[in-house]
């Protein structure tokens, strides 16, 4: 059972556009939610998180929505830039369990064209 | 400072050989984790340590034995590995309450021959 869903597994967009990412979850106990950056070969790199009580969190460039109705959240990179090409990931973690545990979701690669 | 360290970056080992993978953190998080990662593959939780307590096992199988010395350290011993196990194995820490951004270290690459 998929609790954290990436339904796109790529995404182009061109250089200076805006990219945007989508994550849908199916757990109601989720309270807190995190976007990753990957490289190949190499650890996700922490970008950005959401708490539930929120509906929008925003960090230079790149702004995280959430939608608790739909369950679903999203990433807005703009602009868009030919470094920020690599798989985002998502995850989710119900913070009122204690249990520190985070479900991530499938990845999307982002391709930017320069 | 975000940091996690871990060591080896690439670690090459027989099936019948014993090694461990190394995780340090010095941002006082309380919180580390081991997590496994194949290619094109979302990053697949193994352990949890809370407090230097183990919290959560996700039924790994018992050639892999975490180890959290203290506070900073985390280690994953392996033995008896089997091919399927070579993976980027990642380690990660999370500060606890109130804040939950968890850090990922760089990862070990690890081959099983």
């Known amino acids: 059972d998929q609790q954290v869903k990436q339904n796109s597994p790529s995404l182009s967009v061109q250089e200076g556009r805006i990219s945007i990412l989508n994550c849908d979850y199916t757990?109601?106990?989720?309270?807190?939610f995190l976007w990753y950056k990957k490289y190949p070969a190499e650890g996700p790199t922490f970008l950005i998180s959401?708490?539930?009580?929120?509906d929008k969190n925003e960090d230079g460039r790149f702004t995280v929505f959430l939608n608790k109705s739909a369950k679903h959240l999203s990433l807005h990179i703009v602009p868009s830039q030919p470094g920020d090409s690599a798989v985002y990931f998502c995850?989710?973690?119900?913070?009122?369990?204690?249990?520190?545990?985070?479900?991530f979701g499938t990845g999307t690669r982002l391709k930017v064209l320069a | 400072d975000t940091e996690v360290t871990q060591t080896p970056k690439h670690l090459v080992m027989g099936m019948t050989n014993k090694k461990s993978l190394k995780c340090e953190q010095h941002?006082?998080?309380?919180?580390m984790y081991w997590y496994k990662q194949k290619a094109k593959k979302p990053p697949e939780l193994m352990f949890v340590?809370?407090?230097?307590?183990?919290?959560i096992n996700e039924s790994v199988p018992s050639r892999f034995s975490p180890e959290c010395p203290n506070s900073s350290l985390l280690n994953l011993h392996l033995h008896a590995l089997q091919p399927e196990d070579s993976a980027l194995y990642l380690c990660?820490?999370?500060?606890?309450?109130?804040?939950?951004?968890?850090?990922f270290g760089p990862g070990t690459r690890l081959t099983v021959t």
């Open positions: 757990n109601s106990m989720f309270d807190y």
């Open positions: 941002m006082g998080h309380r919180a």
């Open positions: 340590y809370s407090y230097e307590k183990l919290s």
């Open positions: 959401i708490s539930s009580i929120k």
């Open positions: 990660a820490s999370t500060p606890g309450r109130p804040l939950y951004e968890q850090y």
């Open positions: 995850a989710a973690s119900a913070r009122g369990s204690g249990t520190y545990k985070y479900i």
